[in-house]
């Protein structure tokens, strides 16, 4: 990692910035120096500086134990795994509902995904439904939003186009603070209010998925769990024969 936050400023700093700023040990040996940590723009934690190497810069990395979405996969802490001890029953009635309601969720997900495409929303309930997100106890209706997000990168391809012109200018990926480390954390620990970062990133070189050095943006995200509650949103007609095309022709979602 080449850029970190200065703890008491708030200022991106490169680490040759960083090093500059807080100043190195001596070559005195026991001088006694130990720098203070930078912290890192994603998951907020400290990062430390490395010395570079004639094979690598001088660069930041995290402390042990901790998880930050540079460091792993989007969405693995939460998406590797099916539930240990999940309701079937409770699960089919969580799809059931999600069925009834969707003109709901796909409003709430285009709040949070720019030029959401019908494509993508009914690609999110396959995920869903092969990793059996569906089933985890606890799991709301409410909640569903907010989990759809993690399960997949949203790039310009998959959005919608206009004139033939993707709508989406960047790459888009979800995660939650760094202490989240399950779906099901995010009910059972909801007093603790979660944050849902929106990472915004360039479009990647060639086939690859975009990485750290790719990110213009990490905002935080508004969480609504009475969307359910609100007036119907009327949606675009292409959207609504889409997805009502899928449901019609998937009998066991």
């Given amino acids: 990692m080449r850029f970190g936050l200065d703890a008491s400023s708030r200022r991106k700093l490169s680490a040759e910035e960083f090093r500059k700023t807080t100043g190195s040990k001596t070559t005195a040996l026991g001088d006694g120096f130990k720098a203070q940590?930078?912290?890192?723009?994603?998951?907020?934690?400290?990062i430390y500086l490395v010395g570079g190497s004639p094979d690598r810069v001088l660069h930041f990395r995290h402390r042990a134990g901790g998880f930050c979405p540079t460091k792993f996969p989007a969405g693995?802490?939460?998406?590797?795994?099916?539930?240990t001890d999940g309701d079937p029953s409770s699960g089919a009635s969580l799809r059931e509902a999600v069925r009834r309601n969707w003109q709901a969720h796909f409003a709430e997900l285009s709040k949070l995904?720019?030029?959401?495409?019908?494509?993508?929303?009914?690609?999110?309930?396959?995920?869903?439904?092969?990793?059996?997100?569906?089933?985890?106890?606890?799991?709301?209706?409410?909640?569903?939003?907010?989990?759809l997000v993690l399960l997949a990168d949203f790039p310009p391809s998959t959005g919608t186009r206009r004139h033939g012109q993707f709508e989406r200018q960047l790459w888009f990926r979800f995660?939650?603070?760094?202490?989240?480390?399950?779906?099901?954390?995010?009910?059972?620990?909801?007093?603790?209010?979660?944050?849902?970062?929106?990472?915004?990133?360039?479009?990647?070189?060639?086939?690859?998925?975009?990485?750290?050095?790719?990110l213009r943006g990490n905002n935080p995200m508004p969480v609504s769990y009475e969307f359910l509650e609100l007036p119907a949103r009327k949606l675009p007609s292409f959207v609504s024969t889409y997805v009502d095309q899928w449901f019609s022709k998937s009998h066991n979602f």
């Fill in 113 to 147: 995904v720019p030029f959401l495409s019908p494509e993508e929303f009914v690609g999110l309930l396959k995920i869903a439904s092969e990793r059996r997100v569906w089933d985890y106890r606890g799991f709301r209706e409410s909640d569903v939003p907010y989990v």
């Fill in 175 to 214: 995660w939650y603070d760094s202490d989240l480390r399950s779906i099901d954390h995010l009910w059972i620990r909801r007093r603790e209010s979660p944050v849902l970062h929106r990472g915004s990133f360039a479009l990647p070189r060639g086939s690859r998925r975009p990485r750290y050095q790719d």
């Fill in 37 to 46: 940590d930078a912290i890192c723009e994603v998951c907020q934690k400290g």
């Fill in 76 to 83: 693995k802490p939460y998406l590797e795994l099916t539930p």
